[in-house]
């Protein structure tokens, strides 16, 4: 089983990852299911409601979201 805050630190890479320049203010996440490593899993996210919000999520290999989360970046 993967540690939900590891997960959730991979969120937040994924945000260092894909904008550099930008700085993470605000983040919070919250688990939903378990994420088992014996499978493989994948870290996304997308635009939020304005240029500062970011949705964050994580899903398991059958495409169902493990943890959730949503970051405030300046």
Do not use: K
Request: cysteine-free; proline content about 7%; charged content about 30%.
């Amino acid at each position: 089983m993967v540690h939900g805050p590891l997960l959730a630190t991979l969120l937040l890479d994924l945000v260092r990852r894909e904008l550099p320049d930008r700085t993470v203010e605000r983040f919070r996440f919250r688990a939903l299911r378990p994420t088992f490593d014996s499978s493989p899993f994948t870290v996304e996210g997308a635009p939020g409601d304005d240029e500062r919000h970011l949705r964050l999520w994580a899903t398991d290999n059958r495409g169902q979201v493990g943890v959730e989360g949503e970051a405030w970046i300046r």
